[in-house]
Each structure stands twice: as structure tokens, then as C-alpha cells.
């Protein structure tokens, strides 16, 4: 059974960071391209970055090109994303989502989903 499992969110002050991580379990990682979803209360989930399968070719929101990286480490099936001068309104729940070998901007494309971590940017 396939399982994704985000942590490492938490209450961070503006400017700070955090590092989240993307625990996967019951499918081979290596096959596939992890994307990076959030979603703001009161807005709809969007896409904030994936890493392919294919060729490791990484996509960033505008949003956060620059202070957010994805990654991913295939030999211990857990995904990451470094994010940096964090703003307030990179407040959300931030999920990970698996999807076989490409990267997609859309959530019907992903096959499996973890149950979010919260990210708050407060002073």
C-alpha cells in the first residue's frame, strides 16, 4: 500500500525557513516524480514544485522560484523541500504527491497523496 508522509512544518517568523520532508513507503520512488501542493485557508490547493522521475528536472512556481528546492533521495524513498525567506502568505498546508515518472502542475495526474503538514509565517 502506498503511504507519502510530510513533516518537518511548523511556525516559522518571516524571513525564517524549514525544511520538509516527504517519507515514502509501498511504491519505488525511483519511477516516480514528486510534486509539492499547498493550500492557504480559503484557497484553492496549487502546485508549488515537482522533481521528475525522468531526468531529476526540477519546475517551481513563480511564487516561490528562489527561496524554495525539491528534492528527492531515491535510496531512502523520502523527497524534501527547502524553504527559505519564508512569507506570510506561505501560510498553508503543504502536501506531497507522487506521480508515475513526470512532473504535472495538475492534481488529477497524481496517483498518491500524503495528509499534509501545516506551515505557518507569523511574527
Known amino acids: 500500500q502506498a503511504q507519502l508522509v510530510e513533516s518537518g512544518g511548523g511556525l516559522v517568523r518571516p524571513g525564517g525557513s524549514l525544511s520538509l520532508s516527504c517519507a515514502t513507503s509501498?511504491?519505488?520512488?525511483?519511477?516516480?516524480?514528486i510534486g509539492w501542493f499547498r493550500q492557504a485557508p480559503g484557497k484553492e490547493r496549487e502546485g508549488v514544485s515537482c522533481?521528475?522521475?525522468?531526468?531529476?528536472?526540477?519546475y517551481y512556481a513563480d511564487s516561490v522560484k528562489g527561496r524554495f528546492t525539491i528534492s528527492k533521495d531515491n535510496a531512502k524513498n523520502t523527497a524534501y523541500l527547502e524553504i527559505n525567506s519564508l512569507k506570510p502568505e506561505d501560510t498553508a498546508i503543504y502536501y506531497c504527491a507522487a506521480n508515475l515518472y513526470v512532473c504535472s502542475w495538475s492534481e488529477g495526474e497524481y496517483d498518491y497523496w500524503g495528509q499534509g503538514t501545516q506551515v505557518t509565517v507569523s511574527s
Open positions: 509501498g511504491f519505488i520512488l525511483h519511477n516516480y516524480a
Open positions: 522533481v521528475s522521475s525522468t531526468d531529476g528536472s526540477t
